[in-house]
Nanobody, 124 residues
């Protein structure tokens, strides 16, 4: 599976962005997908997860859950991360990743396939 993340940009606090993770290769609909982010000088952080069948979603915390929504369109081989009410602390490079096993995971090491990352910068 090859993944390509897109949709990042420079926005102001309170704005919205929708990130896309487009997949090619194997049957993408079989793979759970996670979004991760890495802020400058910080470790890679789990952001959100969606199962292959879309019946399970998870977010890093309630603050993100109330502003971000993960979804997928398996017909388009794409997973989305809708980010609303963006804050300066959301500034980071965002990565999408897919794993072969169906189980939920927040651990980046459990994900085999990674996109190249897309920069999100939120100014105050």
């Amino acid at each position: 599976v090859q993944l390509q993340a897109s949709g990042g940009g420079l926005v102001q606090a309170g704005d919205s962005l929708r990130l896309s993770c487009a997949a090619s290769g194997r049957t993408f609909s079989n793979y759970p997908v996670g979004w991760f982010r890495r802020a400058a000088g910080k470790d890679l952080e789990f952001v959100a997860f969606i199962s292959a069948s879309e019946d399970i979603t998870d977010y890093v915390d309630s603050a993100v859950k109330g502003r971000f929504t993960i979804s997928r369109d398996n017909a388009k081989n794409t997973v989305y991360l809708q980010m609303n009410s963006l804050k300066p602390e959301d500034t980071a490079v965002y990565f999408c990743a897919a794993r072969r096993r169906t189980a939920f995971s927040r651990n980046a090491g459990d994900y085999r396939y990674w996109g190249q990352g897309t920069q999100v910068t939120v100014s105050s």
